[in-house]
């Protein structure tokens, strides 16, 4: 089956920086890798995804980058702000599948 | 707001007791899943439904028992529950094969 890594577990940065996390997964197979945004007292919310056939997907403030050969993917926030402050779980999966393998999660905390 | 909601947000309960968890998706999806949040582990998925019918179980002990009367509704009926059931308990829906899940806010449950 499927395994992800995510590092680090913790993050902070100043206000302004941006903040970087990686995930690693092992199945070849999987072609969908979505990044959820959980905060206190809700439901991991999908901010971003991107599917294997791209190299790169940007929303404002948001990227992701896909690296099929190694086998990783990263989020990228710039110009963080405080608001960006939560736990992070990237995941992998086939996009026909249902099956979703989740990250142990990164808790970002923005220094104002 | 995501369009899935759970009910209730809280639930304590001893180890004797039979209680039920609602989901509710109000985003015209026809695939539901059960997943369980706890600490520093990543999410694990419980049970899948598909057109109302379960497709996965990922060997969940059997005092967990899901329901899913109609695409909307998705229910995990618990009795004689562990001190270590003791997590955030998270309903997501999404298209069959399709993606992208989307999470309700989870029910928080304690087993005394």
């Known amino acids: 089956g499927e395994n992800v890594e995510q590092h680090p577990s913790t993050l902070s940065v100043q206000e302004g920086d941006s903040a970087v996390i990686k995930c690693t997964y092992s199945?070849?197979?999987?072609?969908?890798f979505p990044w959820y945004k959980q905060e206190l007292g809700k439901g991991p919310q999908l901010i971003i995804d991107?599917?294997?056939?791209?190299g790169e997907k940007k929303d404002q403030r948001i990227a992701v980058t896909l690296n099929k050969t190694a086998k990783h993917f990263s989020l990228h926030i710039t110009e963080t702000q405080p608001e960006d402050s939560a736990v992070y779980f990237c995941a992998a999966s086939k996009y026909s599948g249902n099956q979703f393998y989740f990250g142990t999660g990164t808790s970002l905390t923005v220094i104002p | 707001e995501t369009g899935v909601t759970q009910t209730p947000r809280h639930l304590v309960m001893g180890m004797t007791n039979k209680k039920s968890l609602k989901c509710e998706q109000h985003?015209?999806?026809?695939?539901m899943y059960w997943y369980k949040q706890s600490a520093k582990k990543p999410l694990e998925l419980m049970f899948v439904y598909s057109l109302e019918e379960r497709v996965e179980n990922n060997s969940v002990p059997s005092r967990f028992s899901p329901e899913c009367p109609n695409s909307s509704h998705l229910f995990l009926h618990l009795h004689t529950l562990q001190p270590e059931d003791s997590a955030l308990y998270l309903c997501?829906?999404?298209?069959?094969?399709?993606?992208?899940?989307?999470f309700g806010p989870g029910t928080r449950l304690t087993v005394t």
């Open positions: 199945d070849s197979a999987s072609n969908y």
């Open positions: 991107i599917r294997s056939n791209v």
């Open positions: 997501a829906s999404s298209l069959l094969n399709a993606g992208e899940q989307y």
């Open positions: 985003l015209g999806h026809n695939a």
